[in-house]
């Protein structure tokens, strides 16, 4: 693995300056550092997320003529409505970062509460093995409870929107920059969060391939992947790990910079970045060399 410094701003900035950028799930979190950094370094940025009020707050807290637009990225409809939108009225999308995720497994580990904990571990909502069950009228047999798929509607189909999306608006301006946001995650197994970790798993998948697709590469579109470790994000607040003093935790900005580095980088199609505490270190050579045997070409089935 190699370890990747920051850019100085001045690089930053000449790169960016001008240039329209979207964040999703924006309001908060990695996305609202994201979103910071980049407005503060030039850019033309549109914070995206669910709620108008939250957008506004974030807006107006990270100012440089930073706008938003409200839109629910699970939605195919929608999200052509978010770059018809800024395409209209800011011009070409140079930059797509694909942030916003749910996690709602995440929850078992945030609560104390014996009892609590347990009443949620039977519910498929955060455990998607639990024995919960449909069917409370005397009349219907009862019988297991459908898991919940919204973490695939937002994880992953969000993601194939904004791919198909980013890559066909960029194709018409001559090309552009896309950075998903995956996670430890995407490469390492999380036992006590096997769907959100399937979805991370699915992005990486994602991501890497298309990147690799020959009409995206022709038409000038660079498509990489941070990969966040224990970041201290609302997402996470109140796992007992944030606050254990030996474990490597990283800030919103620190996974920012990661995007930064990703967005700038000269021959970045196709990388991939760790994130772990301050450290950005590119993962996806030293994969390529070990799986380079393995991999399938694009005219090969």
């Known amino acids: 693995m190699t370890t990747i410094p920051r850019p100085d701003g001045e690089t930053v900035h000449?790169?960016?300056?001008?240039?329209?950028?979207?964040?999703?799930?924006?309001?908060?979190?990695?996305?609202?550092?994201?979103?910071?950094?980049?407005?503060?370094?030039?850019?033309?940025?549109?914070?995206?997320d669910l709620h108008a009020d939250a957008l506004k707050t974030a807006c107006a807290t990270i100012g440089h003529g930073a706008t938003y637009q409200a839109c629910d990225v699970s939605d195919w409809n929608q999200q052509i409505a978010l770059f018809n939108h800024v395409t209209n009225t800011l011009g070409e999308v140079y930059l797509l970062v694909c942030?916003?995720?749910?996690?709602?497994?995440?929850?078992?580990?945030?609560?104390?509460?014996t009892e609590k904990r347990a009443q949620m571990a039977s519910q498929v909502r955060y455990n998607y093995l639990a024995d919960e069950v449909d069917g409370q009228d005397d009349s219907e047999q009862p019988s297991l409870q459908r898991p919940s798929t919204?973490?695939?509607?937002?994880?992953v189909n969000s993601v194939v929107f904004g791919?198909?999306?980013?890559?066909?608006?960029?194709r018409k301006a001559g090309g552009g920059r896309i950075v998903v946001v995956g996670s430890a995650g995407s490469y390492v197994p999380i036992a006590s969060q096997p769907l959100y970790s399937a979805t991370k798993h699915a992005v990486l998948g994602l991501a890497r391939s298309t990147a690799h697709i020959g009409e995206v590469i022709?038409?000038?579109?660079?498509?990489?992947?941070?990969?966040?470790?224990?970041?201290?994000?609302?997402?996470?607040?109140?796992?007992?790990?944030?606050?254990?003093?030996?474990?490597?935790?990283?800030?919103?900005?620190?996974?920012?910079?990661?995007?930064?580095v990703a967005a700038t980088a000269e021959n970045?199609?196709?990388?991939?970045?760790?994130?772990?505490?301050?450290?950005?270190s590119e993962v996806e050579g030293a994969y390529g060399q070990l799986a380079g045997q393995l991999m399938v070409p694009e005219n090969r089935f």
């Open 14 to 48: 000449n790169l960016l300056k001008t240039r329209v950028a979207i964040v999703t799930g924006a309001a908060r979190g990695i996305g609202f550092a994201t979103a910071s950094l980049l407005a503060h370094h030039g850019a033309r940025v549109v914070l995206v």
């Open 99 to 113: 942030n916003a995720a749910i996690n709602p497994e995440i929850a078992l580990l945030q609560t104390s509460d």
């Open 150 to 155: 919204q973490l695939f509607d937002v994880n």
């Open 163 to 170: 791919l198909k999306l980013g890559i066909q608006y960029m």
């Open 218 to 260: 022709e038409a000038g579109v660079s498509i990489s992947w941070i990969a966040p470790w224990l970041t201290l994000t609302p997402m996470t607040e109140g796992l007992q790990e944030t606050t254990h003093p030996d474990t490597l935790k990283s800030s919103p900005e620190d996974a920012a910079w990661a995007i930064i």
């Open 268 to 280: 970045g199609n196709g990388k991939g970045y760790w994130i772990q505490g301050r450290m950005i």
